[in-house]
């Protein structure tokens, strides 16, 4: 998605803000939405580590490069989230303060998802699994009534923007010992 149409996307659900807002809160199901928002703060930073530290003790170099790019595109897109929310200074729909738009869980499930959603595409179960996740923990913030719908969309765009960015540009290096050397796989 281009930038130009997901400001469009946003404009449009900002539109129907109030609407979306009311439909999600009667949603119900309030434990599985509160057992699942941690996934978008640091929970979601610690999967990634648990990635590393099992892709790195197992030598699964998969595991481990996910995990990496999984907590690389949380911090980065934290960081973008964190100044639009100092330019953008929306009101959430609580009142609570002024740090809604865009939405920081959204932004970090939705980077870390598309993370590894991305390293393993091979495998159709877990891109279907990590978005369904991000998404999930998007709708309990707004059914918690501490986002507005723009403010998650907002933040999943970023989340996969960023990560998009981060994987697309890496390289992966996998160092194979063998008899009497190393053979080396560089993935791009």
Same mark, same amino acid.
């Given at each position: 998605m281009r930038f130009g149409e997901g400001v469009a996307l946003v404009l449009a659900v900002h539109a129907a803000d109030d609407r979306l807002l009311r439909e999600t809160q009667r949603l119900g199901h309030d434990s599985f939405f509160h057992n699942v928002t941690p996934l978008g703060g640091g929970r979601g930073d610690q999967l990634?580590?648990?990635l590393i530290g099992s892709g790195w003790l197992t030598r699964d170099q998969r595991m481990l490069n996910s995990?990496?790019?999984?907590?690389? %595109?949380?911090?980065? +897109?934290?960081?973008?989230?964190?100044a639009?929310?100092?330019? +953008?200074r929306r009101e959430r729909p609580d009142h609570s303060d002024d740090q809604s738009f865009? *939405?920081?869980?959204?932004? *970090? +499930?939705? +980077? =870390?998802?598309?993370? =590894?959603?991305?390293?393993?595409?091979?495998?159709p179960a877990v891109p279907v699994i990590a978005y369904a996740l991000a998404t999930s923990v998007a709708l309990a913030r707004v059914h918690d009534n501490v986002h507005f719908p723009s403010d998650v969309v907002a933040g999943a765009l970023i989340g996969?923007?960023?990560?998009? %960015?981060?994987?697309?540009?890496?390289?992966?290096?996998?160092i194979i010992p063998v008899r009497r050397g190393v053979v080396g796989f560089v993935r791009f």
């Open positions: 990634a580590l648990v995990g990496v790019d999984a907590i690389e %595109s949380s911090l980065l +897109a934290a960081f973008i989230t964190k639009g929310k100092r330019i +953008a865009p *939405s920081g869980h959204a932004t *970090s +499930a939705f +980077a =870390i998802a598309t993370a =590894i959603a991305d390293d393993y595409r091979d495998k996969r923007a960023v990560a998009k %960015s981060i994987t697309s540009r890496h390289v992966h290096v996998t």
